[in-house]
């Protein structure tokens, strides 16, 4: 029974799903004056804005730049050079960003507007956790789940609208698992206009396939949490993108049944022996790569699995009730009890170099969050620590930005107007005090969100949120 439950956890890794595509605002600086909710968390939304003498890490995996002055004009970048050789407009904002990194907002495509309140049992924050995800660098998100997707629409459709702060939300179909009938679903909720979706756990080839087959004769995209399908298999079918890196790859669990997920301890096992340099491996990687499947680093939620590693900092956690606190603790010591939670320690160490690997074989990398498991992974936290997990893989920091930015834009169709600072794209700017290129944990500190030319005065978002997670 503890066992079932701690792998019913872990599957929640992945959860009950859903994904949408929405319209870019191009005028959303306008449209933020008119705010009905959120208008104390804004302090910066004039049409002329200079940030100026600052590090900028660009997100195209370039080096980063020093002395760089930034012009926002009406919610798009007007203009970035060297301070030396950019004008500052009359009657800008200036911004004296001097020992400042400048980074584009994050690209997220792994993340959730709901958390675990213990064991099988979710609650959705869509509000709150818009808000969160914003004030942590996330200015575009897609949700690789959903346990309230009209909740989700709502939150897009406000955001979008201007009523409300948060990134642009991608929102999923419900998820595609085992008996479903997948081609009616997914034609069924690409006339909800979501424009993504989701394969889960027990999902048969033969499902799979239809869905994909679906999904793909409408221009869409489908991705999965795979158990009972290998990744083989599913590149083969014609998948788009995996979840969880390998870590949930059940291709190297010896003797394994078609269609069927393996026990969840010993498919850990098989990902921990892996080499990422052995032949079986290899072509794996190429497999994936000769059919364009894109993987999701979500290094945060498999982290928070794992006894030896950092927990979450202390005011991520004074974001939860009271009650929630309890509950992840006693979620985090049934894990790290059980022999699944031991065998997540060796899992999660060859995760990380067998996604560096795939990406060094030229693999495209996405990053995401998860805020499932066991809740140790919190939205307007988790992201900045994902880039610090990708740039513990291995990745330089400016491979770690691009991973989490521009490759996340590209995946979703949105690299000409969000994913990287260059002039002529949207304003979504994080704002980091210190050198991020020097120590990737100065991500940390992260004073102020532009999305679209407006700024976000994070602080104010994680005051406001301190304890209301559980709610």
Not at 145 to 163: C, E, N, Q, T
Not at 267 to 291: G, H, K, N
Request: a negative charge.
């Amino acid at each position: 029974m503890q066992k079932n439950r701690l792998r019913m956890l872990w599957i929640a890794t992945a959860e009950l799903a859903v994904i949408v595509l929405i319209p870019w605002g191009t005028h959303f600086v306008l449209k933020a004056l008119n705010y009905r909710f959120d208008q104390d968390l804004v302090v910066h939304a004039e049409p002329v804005i200079a940030m100026t003498h600052a590090m900028v890490i660009d997100g195209t995996g370039a080096d980063p730049q020093q002395d760089m002055t930034l012009v926002i004009r009406d919610g798009r970048i007007a203009a970035l050079g060297p301070s030396s050789h950019v004008p500052i407009p009359a009657g800008a904002t200036v911004i004296d960003a001097r020992g400042k990194t400048l980074l584009p907002g994050f690209v997220m495509v792994h993340e959730h507007l709901f958390y675990p309140t213990g064991a099988q049992a979710f609650k959705s924050f869509p509000i709150l956790f818009a808000r969160l995800y914003l004030a942590g660098g996330e200015t575009t998100i897609r949700t690789a789940g959903s346990m309230s997707p009209d909740g989700d629409l709502s939150i897009r459709d406000d955001i979008a609208a201007g009523r409300r702060i948060g990134p642009d939300i991608d929102v999923t179909s419900p998820y595609i698992d085992g008996g479903t009938n997948a081609a009616p679903m997914v034609g069924d909720w690409a006339t909800k206009r979501v424009t993504s979706f989701k394969a889960y756990t027990h999902v048969t080839r033969a499902e799979l396939k239809a869905a994909i087959d679906a999904a793909h004769a409408k221009g869409l995209k489908i991705t999965g949490h795979l158990c009972s399908v290998t990744y083989a298999e599913a590149a083969g079918l014609g998948i788009d993108n995996l979840e969880h890196g390998f870590a949930v790859a059940t291709d190297f669990v010896a003797d394994k049944t078609p269609d069927i997920c393996p026990n969840a301890s010993v498919q850990a096992e098989s990902i921990a022996a892996l080499d990422p340099q052995s032949e079986p491996v290899r072509t794996l990687f190429r497999t994936l790569i000769d059919r364009n499947v894109a993987l999701t680093s979500t290094g945060t939620v498999l982290e928070s699995l794992v006894d030896a590693r950092p927990r979450p900092p202390q005011a991520a956690l004074d974001l939860l009730s009271d009650g929630l606190q309890r509950t992840y603790r006693d979620l985090l010591n049934a894990t790290v009890a059980s022999y699944w939670g031991k065998v997540q320690g060796p899992a999660f160490a060859a995760n990380m170099r067998l996604e560096k690997a795939f990406a060094d074989a030229g693999g495209t990398l996405l990053a995401g969050t998860d805020p499932t498991g066991n809740g140790g992974v919190v939205p307007g936290f988790s992201g900045k620590r994902e880039i610090e997990l990708l740039v513990e893989e291995g990745f330089s920091v400016s491979q770690a930005i691009k991973i989490a930015t521009l490759n996340g834009a590209r995946f979703l169709g949105r690299d000409r107007e969000v994913g990287s600072l260059e002039i002529g794209k949207r304003a979504d700017i994080v704002v980091i005090d210190g050198d991020a290129a020097a120590d990737i944990t100065a991500i940390e500190h992260m004073p102020l969100v532009f999305k679209a030319g407006i700024g976000i005065d994070t602080a104010k978002v994680f005051a406001a949120a301190k304890g209301k997670i559980g709610l």
